[in-house]
């Protein structure tokens, strides 16, 4: 079994800061992709931000520049540093763990139970 528990999230006003963790029950080194994603009251679910196991890294163009995902192989976390918090970035954070198929995609195969950020103005 594979489990992710998110933790960290709380509220914040705006240009605050928060860091959110993921901690997986396995090895991180299972997965060739980390995830964090979003989603908001009335919204369709967001990709955050990604992080592979090349160490590459890939944001949405909303957070460019304020969030950074980031990886503790020790600890088996995945991280994810909100910084200049704004309204708009308050929903449901949700971690995701993922392999590489057939076709060459990254599938996000296993999820945690998100944790709530809100941004108060």
């Known amino acids: 079994q594979v489990y992710l528990v998110e933790s960290g999230g709380g509220l914040v006003q705006a240009g605050g800061s928060l860091r959110l963790s993921c901690s997986v029950s396995g090895s991180i080194f299972s997965f060739n992709v980390m995830r964090w994603n979003r989603q908001a009251p009335g919204k369709q679910r967001e990709l955050v931000a990604e992080?592979?196991?090349?160490?590459?890294?890939n944001y949405a163009d909303s957070v460019k520049g304020r969030f950074t995902i980031s990886r503790d192989n020790a600890k088996n976390t995945v991280y994810l540093q909100m910084n200049s918090l704004k309204p708009e970035d308050t929903a449901v954070y949700y971690c995701?763990?993922?392999?590489?198929?057939?076709?060459?995609?990254?599938?996000?195969?296993?999820w945690g139970q998100g944790t709530q950020v809100t941004v108060s103005a």
């Open positions: 995701a763990a993922g392999v590489r198929n057939w076709r060459g995609s990254y599938s996000s195969d296993y």
């Open positions: 992080f592979f196991s090349g160490g590459s890294t």
